[in-house]
């Protein structure tokens, strides 16, 4: 009997062993995804967590454990996106947190990145703040402020059209658009570009009526505007300036790329944007040609920036989660600096040196589209390519 | 000098504009509460259906004035269905009653209209003849900008026709002034408040459709626009119309003078300004507004 005892304690002790390892196996790696999907940049967070989703159909299971992404939405309000970054970690699980739309949701986030105590990659943050400033935060997406300064003051001194224009500088008032006007001006104050309001105007993220700043636009003298404004507004912005007749003889480069969505809803007041930044569906490469199609055949939308952004970020998430081995949080941020992904627009890096990403980018004008299978009527003409070391920052 | 003559235009155009926009909303508002002491929260998300059904009818392919006639109309009909069933029923109840609850329907039609229609903005297209900028001599400006104010002037000379040439509008002032002598009177003060609420919607619709154009669409469109109608009626006092007429032009000139002078500060000065009339003069700007 004592034996029989004996035997059946061993017999439960192994099977305690080996059942967790075993629903270990089984259990999935929760990612926590961060997106807007109400408010004014519903949209574009839409967009975003499409571009994730479509990287963890891909990519199936990480450290063979499948993928569950659970999304939160932010309603591009830093306080509200902390909370929820918050119930992601200490409720759900999550191993890392993905995402963003917004430098302030993003340094918010940041800010509390040691009580969360995980990886945390953004993939539409612009803000030249991400730079270095944490060992858990990343960007891997679009370009950040400095960069797309330095690609729209390249284009600008290289576009006889846009080259000798005295220029107006317009932007968002938070973060990131103060930070990308401040950039834009003293970039173009050292390459002979003259900008007629160095302290720019800084509208509130909340404008709708935009007749007052066209006004003062038009006042002003300026032969050319530079726009820092969130990429679901700048059609908006668009429409009611061209309704003024603003862009008759004036030029528009814009820090941000217009989303597809809204510029397909602007129509002709949309063609005429410049602007630098990563990807466009205008890039004919087989990389980005075979993104695209299995893009619309999941979503039946427009291949978006934002989306092939995502998808990038969360594709260098799941490969930086798997060379590390293991969900530690130093390990994967360790494993992520130095990784790099061959997507839609390229090698896309993520320096070792700051946790950004550096990579290739283009210079676009919108314009009508030519036939395509998305039945686009809007888009983002490619001008020229930049290298990752024209854009910068050195390393 | 041409540009100042154009810009002081443009300044006077787009304040009245934006006034325009601010006071029919306003009015909406204004009406509902005065008539029925219920303070609509979700006056903006029906200022924001009213501009995706105006969407959604040129998007059909008939013309925009169609939709001009047919958008309020269906706010209305809406407006009138949300009366029986949620509001009429509260209405003996204190008000903060049906404060909640107009603030979760706003949540609902929210909701509603991204579950609708998405939420991508929205652009409602305009005839050929709207869509351009008319000049003279160093002043150019959006026709339809033009248009919008004398579409403003056509619906505030209907209204004061309403109100105050026929039997109805004279019974909707008395009851808004003294309810109970109208109700002791015999008049059917259910259909009163019935009456108000829908023609509150129907406005809000209105200018949602004629909003649509100038601002574009979108879902929550009808925030910002519920907060600074808000400070219309703060403004010119609770309940008062011809308080709401001043207060709108007002804010509408002072919204879009510190936006061109001093950009950054623009909003602080509007509501610098509502809470300084708050304090100093608490009925409004003509001394008209009520309490409950």
């Not at chain 1, 978006?304 to 969900?327: C, P, Q, R, W």
């Not at chain 1, 550096?358 to 930049?386: D, I, S």
């Amino acid at each position: 009997m004592k034996r029989l005892f004996v035997v059946a304690l061993c017999l439960l002790a192994a099977t305690l062993l080996w059942t967790p390892r075993f629903a270990d196996a089984e259990e999935p790696i929760k990612i926590g995804v961060i997106v807007p999907l109400s408010g004014i940049a519903a949209q574009g967070g839409v967009e975003l967590r499409d571009g994730i989703e479509m990287a963890a159909k891909e990519k199936k299971t990480v450290l063979g454990r499948p993928i569950e992404l659970i999304v939160e939405d932010t309603r591009v309000k830093p306080d509200v996106a902390v909370s929820k970054a918050e119930k992601l970690v200490y409720k759900d699980g999550c191993v890392a947190l993905i995402g963003v739309f917004s430098s302030g949701v993003g340094l918010a986030i940041a800010k509390n990145i040691d009580k969360l105590n995980v990886p945390f990659l953004t993939t539409h943050v612009m803000t030249t703040e991400f730079y270095g400033l944490h060992p858990l935060v990343f960007r891997s997406g679009q370009l950040a402020n400095d960069q797309t300064a330095v690609g729209n003051v390249k284009g600008i001194l290289a576009t006889p059209d846009l080259k000798n224009r005295k220029y107006y500088v317009l932007v968002h008032d938070y973060a990131w658009g103060h930070d990308g006007g401040e950039r834009f001006v003293a970039l173009a104050k050292e390459n002979g570009i003259e900008v007629v309001n160095p302290d720019f105007d800084k509208a509130p993220i909340k404008t709708t009526d935009w007749s007052t700043y066209i006004s003062k636009i038009k006042a002003s003298g300026a032969d050319g505007v530079y726009i820092v404004l969130i990429t679901t507004v700048i059609p908006v912005f668009t429409k009611q300036a061209d309704e003024f007749g603003l862009f008759e003889n004036m030029r528009l480069v814009s820090a941000a790329a217009p989303g597809v969505t809204e510029l397909e809803a602007g129509g002709k007041a949309c063609y005429g944007i410049f602007g630098a930044s990563c990807y466009s569906w205008d890039i004919d490469t087989p990389a980005a040609n075979e993104w695209e199609k299995k893009y619309w055949e999941m979503y039946k939308a427009i291949p978006s920036d934002a989306a092939a952004h995502s998808y990038v970020g969360a594709m260098n998430l799941f490969n930086g989660i798997e060379k590390a081995g293991s969900t530690d949080p130093m390990k994967i941020a360790d494993a992520l600096r130095g990784i790099s992904f061959d997507g839609p627009y390229g090698t896309v890096r993520i320096s070792a040196k700051d946790n950004c990403m550096r990579n290739e980018a283009v210079l676009t004008e919108t314009m009508a589209a030519p036939e395509n299978p998305y039945g686009a009527k809007v888009y983002m003409k490619v001008l020229r390519t930049f290298t990752p070391e024209e854009l910068g920052p050195p390393e | 000098m041409q540009t100042l003559i154009s810009s002081g235009a443009d300044i006077v155009f787009n304040s009245l504009v934006l006034g325009g926009v601010f006071l029919i909303v306003a009015i909406g508002l204004n009406i509902i509460y005065g008539l029925s002491r219920v303070m609509n929260l979700a006056h903006g998300s029906l200022y924001a259906l009213g501009a995706y059904f105006g969407f959604t009818i040129v998007g059909s392919g008939l013309n925009f004035f169609i939709a001009l006639l047919i958008a309020p109309i269906v706010v209305g009909v809406f407006g009138l269905l949300l009366e029986r069933v949620l509001i009429a029923p509260m209405r003996e109840r204190p008000m903060i009653y049906t404060l909640i609850l107009t603030y979760g329907l706003m949540f609902f039609l929210d909701g509603l209209i991204k579950y609708l229609w998405g939420n991508e903005t929205r652009f409602i297209e305009l005839p050929a003849f709207l869509n351009q900028t008319l000049t003279v001599g160093s002043i150019s400006y959006p026709s339809y900008r033009l248009a919008t104010l004398f579409g403003v002037a056509g619906i505030m000379g209907g209204l004061s026709l309403l109100l105050g040439k026929t039997k109805i509008g004279t019974t909707m002032r008395a009851a808004s002034n003294i309810p109970e002598m109208v109700s002791v009177l015999g008049v059917n003060m259910k259909l009163v408040h019935m009456g108000g609420f829908v023609l509150g919607c129907v406005l809000a619709g209105l200018a949602g459709v004629l909003a649509g154009p100038l601002f574009t669409v979108y879902p929550i469109m009808g925030h910002e626009m519920l907060i600074s109608s808000f400070v219309v009626i703060v403004i010119g006092g609770l309940g008062s119309l011809r308080g709401a007429v001043l207060a709108a032009f007002l804010i509408g000139a002072v919204q879009t003078l510190a936006e061109f002078f001093i950009t950054d500060f623009a909003m602080v000065v509007v509501y610098m300004m509502m809470a300084v009339i708050l304090v100093f003069m608490p009925r409004g700007l003509l001394g008209e507004g009520k309490f409950e």
